[in-house]
């Protein structure tokens, strides 16, 4: 099958991984019910995280 169809012309990215005999592909296709990109997501995430401080965890004496 053809990517395209699969993927109505969309945003999407192809993966493909042999192992031994079997080949296996992977099409990953953007949503139209994304609230967000994943580069905006993971830049969000890292951001929340570097402003946060962790509590210590205590240790045993």
Do not use: H
Request: hydrophobic share 35%; net charge neutral; proline share 5%.
């Amino acid at each position: 099958m053809d990517v395209n169809t699969i993927t109505n012309k969309k945003p999407s990215r192809v993966t493909e991984m042999q192992v031994g005999d079997t080949l296996f592909t992977v099409v990953s296709v953007e949503s139209d019910r994304a609230r967000e990109r994943l580069y905006d997501k993971v830049k969000r995430m890292i951001l929340n995280n570097e402003t946060t401080e962790t509590p210590a965890t205590p240790t045993a004496a």
